[in-house]
Every structure is written in C-alpha cells, then in structure tokens.
C-alpha cells in the first residue's frame, strides 16, 4: 500500500531511459509503483524514441516523452539552449497531458537545476510538496571544471536558479553525509533538518553468477588470468583519465592486470588518441557494445574503477552500484573533496588512494591483481554495502518517510 496522503507522484526528470531500458530512476520510479502509487514522468525524448506517442503507458508508469532539443552528449551551447526552454516546455506538456490530474508529490533529480521556476509554479498549482534529489552541485561543478568562472554572468544565473531551488524543496536527499556538510557550509540559509542521505539506488538484478565466462574474455582478446579492472559510462574530464592512461603505460610489462575503459564523452577522443600512440597490450578500449556483452564483460571483471580528479564539491558516480551489484572489488583513486574512498574503504569493498599518487595506484592494482581471495571478500561485502544501503526499496522509504500520517 502507498504511504497515506500521497498517491499520485509526478517525477520530472532529464534522464529518463528510452522505452524498454531501464536506469536507477526508472528503478526507483518501478518501486512506487510496487508501492501502490500512480506515478507519471515528465522526461525529454532520447535519440532511441519513436517520434510518436508524445505519451506513453510504460511498466504501469504514464511517461512523457517531451521534445527539448538536445541535452544529453550536447555542445556547452546546445546543452544550455536547450536548458533554457526545458521549463516551458515540460510545463505546456503537462497542462496538456495531465490537465485534472491531481499531484500529491514532486519528485526531480539534479541536474538541470534550471527549472526553479517550474517547481515554484507546480508546487503552487498542485499544493504538492517537493522532494530534490541532489545528484550533482551546480554551478559549482561547472567551476571546476572551468567551463566559467565563479562570479561571472554564467555563475550567478545558475546560482540563483540552484539558491532558489534549495529553498523550494522540502526535503534535500544528498548522495552522501559529506554531500550534507557541503550544503550546509556553503549554503547558510538551509535548515539542516531539510537535508539528509538519500544515494542512488538501484533493483538489484538476480543473479545465477557473478562471474562471466571464458567465452566473452576469449571474444574480446582479455586474457584469461590476469585480473580485469574495469571503467565504463561517461568520459569526462572530472575524472582525470590521463592518470588512468599513465598508469597502464607504466604497467604495460606487468601480465597480471588488464584494463577495460568504454563509453562516450568529452574525453573519449583523447583515450582513442592516447592509445594509438603506445599501443598498450594490456587494455581495451570501445564506444559501444551491445548490452549482452557489456553485462557479460562487467561480470568477467574484477575490480571496477572510480576516478574522480577536478571536483571540489562531494560527486558520488553511480557506476559503481554496478560493481557493488555484481559483487567486484572498487578501487577509487579520488581527492578529499569526496567521501566515496572512505565508504569503499570502511566498509571493506575495495581500496582508495589519492587521485594523482601513481605510486599508490599502482601499489594497489598489483595488491588486488596477485590477491585473488581478497578481492573476492571486498566484493562480497560490496554486494551487502548495496543491499544494505542503496536498493530502491531503502530509497523509497527514505523519501515517503516524510508523508506517512
């Protein structure tokens, strides 16, 4: 049964999966429906939609698939043209598509936090608390990673949108405790009781074995004893690749690691690059695989890999619920500006350096690559730091926590 007072959710969000796929909202969103809520998404359509239905019945979840212009793998300017026009957007599309609903609660994830004024109108129109899931901090993020300075016309647009946002929302879900006193510091006017630890969360996949095959190693030329660290998702300059790529040149005659890097993003080019000149032996590198194979090579892995390097407000990548999920050791190499070392650490699922120490980096590679037994108690307690803390049904709870009568 749903929580009392509220039954219909609207979750607006700018990563919502295409029809048929699934990522950790539309898990999150699948629980609610578990749950006994009507739920219904306003997202933007992905390159894989159909141009037609603009509304669609989905899992029992009504989504709305709404054209923004491009976002996701977008230029800085396209990105931010279209950021522009998404409130407008999402709303005509909602007194089109919803009119006579009635919304008992507002769900949205960061990023954007552009749509300050849609959750300011929504909430009046509907009398409908709001719930932020703070995934990213911006403009903050922005900063480091200079795309503009701080105090610049840029900055104080996005600031205001991300000080009016704050003040909106009734509940703050912050990724980790260190994402909590980051707020807090940097942002006074916050009560402390609207924040707490609300981290991505995902339903877990049942799983026969964790391990992959001898098959899919053979079909992509791995190798088969030596131990897999693997980095896959966004390739961006926030996770100072260069570090990774210097590290397997400096282990290019060392037989018992191998490296798996894939994806897409603004660094992809720059690996490409990197490898064509050395040509290691001892790495892999692809754009896409089918879904199959990724699965089968993510199991087949050893240790999963979090890079983290510009940042100086708390980031907590949601790829390593996949290692957590798939019970494969993490190594991190990050900077104290994240506490993800200190969980993986603490919490016996892995191994942390400092984000630039290749010494250390390479100390640890070659401890998980020629310790096979501890790699798999790290990986063990990895699958119980998810089921423990980041499975949808905890994050659910976490959020309706608040509404129950």
């Known amino acids: 049964m749903h929580k009392a007072g509220i039954k219909n959710i609207l979750f607006i969000t700018i990563a919502w999966p295409a029809s048929g796929e699934k990522n950790l909202y539309s898990d999150l969103m699948d629980e609610f429906v578990r749950q006994g ?18 509304r669609a019945e989905e899992k029992g979840i009504t989504v709305l698939r709404i054209r923004t212009g491009k976002i996701r793998k977008a230029s800085y300017l ?6 522009l026009t998404l409130g407008r957007k999402i709303s005509k599309a909602l007194k089109v598509y919803l009119d006579g609903v009635t919304i008992d609660l507002i769900i949205a994830p960061t990023p954007p936090i552009t749509l300050s004024f849609l959750y300011k109108n929504l909430k009046k129109k509907y ?6 899931l703070l995934k990213d901090m911006w403009p903050q993020g922005s900063v480091d990673l200079r795309v503009f300075r701080k ?9 205001s949108h991300e000080i009016r946002i704050y003040k909106l929302a009734d509940y703050i879900g912050c990724m980790s405790p260190l994402g909590i006193s980051y707020i807090l510091k940097n942002n006074s006017f916050i009560p402390e009781r609207k924040l707490e630890v609300c981290p991505n969360s995902i339903h877990p996949a049942v799983m026969a074995q964790a391990e992959g ?5 053979s079909k992509y030329n791995i190798p088969t004893d030596a131990c897999v660290f693997i980095f896959s998702g966004n390739l961006g300059v926030g996770h100072g690749l260069h570090f990774l790529v210097e590290a397997i040149r400096a282990l290019s005659d060392y037989p018992k690691a191998y490296f798996i890097i894939g994806g897409s993003g603004t660094h992809f080019k ?6 064509s000149e050395f040509s290691p032996k001892n790495a892999l590198l692809y754009n896409w695989l ?17 890079l983290l390097y510009k940042y100086t407000s708390p980031q907590f990548p949601s790829r390593i619920l996949s290692y957590l999920e798939y019970s494969k050791a993490t190594l991190c190499a990050v900077n104290a500006s994240t506490d993800i070392g200190e969980i993986v650490e603490s919490t016996g699922s892995g191994l942390s350096v400092e984000h630039g120490n290749l010494e250390e980096f390479i100390k640890s590679i070659k401890y998980l690559s020629e310790h096979p037994s501890e790699r798999k108690k790290m990986g063990e307690n990895g699958h119980k730091l998810l089921m423990d803390q980041f499975t949808v049904e905890k ?5 309706t926590n608040h509404f129950q009568k």
């Open 37 to 54: 809520h009507k739920v219904y998404v306003a997202g933007n359509q992905t390159s894989k939609d159909p141009a037609a239905p603009f």
């Open 395 to 399: 994050g659910y709870g976490i959020i």
């Open 270 to 275: 720059y690996l490409e690059s990197g490898f």
């Open 78 to 83: 396209q990105k931010a043209l279209s950021l």
């Open 213 to 217: 095959s001898a098959e899919i190693r």
């Open 290 to 306: 089918p879904r199959e194979d990724f699965v089968d090579i993510l199991k087949t892995s050893d240790v999963g890999l979090i």
């Open 151 to 159: 105090y610049s016309i840029p900055w104080i647009f996005f600031r």
């Open 127 to 132: 009398g409908a608390p709001f719930y932020l």
